[in-house]
């Protein structure tokens, strides 16, 4: 499990302008400058990731995710990386979360840029729904 989580901090840390630094409950924290993107905890390979509710909703729907083990009525998910097919879900889930920080004003939503990342997102017409221009709301943008 420590090799597919050093392999998931690898890859989101490659992610265009994302640091990695330690997380404050412990593992390792991924940030789009000050806009966390989620974060793991090395020892068991917890995933948490944090969006809007009417995102997450959508991916425990699909089995993507489990509500945040503390944090029940908030946006965040809960996961884990225990096999190679848990890292591809897990990097991609994290993809998800970059896309939606990376693009958060409205402006920038209304961009080619944008409309590409989210049609190269693996994931389902349903999840990539609720990332069009018409579903954003205060929650997600600054």
Do not use: C
């Amino acid at each position: 499990m420590r090799e597919l989580v050093q392999r998931v901090i690898a890859a989101v840390s490659a992610f265009p302008d994302v640091s990695a630094a330690p997380h404050r409950f412990g593992g390792v924290e991924f940030s789009l400058g000050k806009v966390e993107v989620g974060h793991i905890h090395v020892g068991n390979g917890m995933v948490d990731i944090p969006y809007p509710r009417r995102i997450r909703d959508v991916l425990i729907a699909e089995g993507l995710a489990q509500e945040h083990h503390l944090l029940h009525d908030s946006g965040w998910i809960t996961t884990f990386v225990r096999t190679d097919a848990d890292f591809e879900r897990i990097v991609s889930l994290y993809h998800l979360s970059y896309v939606q920080k990376r693009f958060r004003r409205r402006a920038d939503r209304q961009s080619d840029a944008y409309q590409t990342a989210v049609a190269a997102l693996p994931f389902s017409d349903a999840v990539k729904a609720t990332l069009q221009p018409t579903q954003i709301t205060d929650e997600d943008v600054e």
